[in-house]
């Protein structure tokens, strides 16, 4: 492509902002067309799985994805501040302005096994790895870095997502609040998801409408005598 000729800036800046909002418009349609029924088969799945109490847990088959609902034990220990099951997240910085850039990372996920009172008994998480979704939260202004936690409480409600092993769950996620609180939040992922396929083909169009005027310009200073 002759960058010299009149024209060529324009062109080449319609050919870059053409392709990135092609890009845009393709990914914004998938995500449109299949995320949202791919949530809401997961919601589906989710809400088929059973949801035992301590007693009937002990007859479940080990191997089987449940949903169990109790609230951690009052004399669970206490790990840090109040929580006794915790993650920490501390706000990225630009490494050459140390401007806020409002992303946040994980730098440590305490997640210890846990004794859950469910129904008439105790249910055991056994592992010490699992997501943890809560509502109590903690913001360390002390520090240079913005530092946020966020964990579980001692005594609170919660649902466990895990799996029956041999002397209890091997939770994948520890959440606060009910199994209906918990599915109620994966079905109002369907519209998230639909709206942000929306929002990425909107900005494809737009870019793609950038592009159209930038090679109308174009024409105009080619035709343009010199």
Request: hydrophobic share 45%; charged share 20%.
């Amino acid at each position: 492509m002759d960058t010299s000729s009149p024209g060529a800036g324009p062109r080449i800046a319609g050919y870059i902002v053409g392709l990135i909002g092609l890009l845009f418009g393709i990914a914004g349609y998938v995500v449109w067309h299949f995320a949202p029924a791919m949530v809401a088969a997961e919601h589906a799945r989710l809400e088929a799985l059973p949801s035992p109490d301590a007693v009937s847990l002990t007859d479940t088959p080990a191997g089987r994805e449940v949903i169990v609902e109790g609230r951690i034990a009052p004399d669970q220990p206490v790990r840090f501040r109040n929580f006794v099951a915790y993650k920490k997240e501390e706000e990225q910085r630009d490494k050459k302005e140390r401007e806020r850039t409002g992303n946040w990372k994980v730098v440590e996920s305490v997640t210890p096994p846990l004794r859950l009172i469910a129904g008439e008994g105790i249910v055991r998480v056994v592992n010490a790895s699992y997501a943890v979704s809560s509502v109590t939260q903690w913001t360390d202004q002390a520090q240079i870095i913005d530092t946020h936690y966020s964990g579980l409480v001692a005594g609170e409600g919660v649902f466990v997502l895990g799996t029956t092993v041999a002397g209890g769950l091997e939770a994948a996620r520890v959440g606060s609040g009910t199994r209906a609180s918990y599915l109620a939040e994966v079905a109002g992922n369907i519209g998230v998801v639909w709206w942000l396929g929306v929002g990425f083909m909107a900005l494809g169009t737009l870019m793609a409408g950038i592009a159209l005027v930038l090679f109308v310009t174009a024409a105009r200073m080619a035709r343009a005598p010199s």
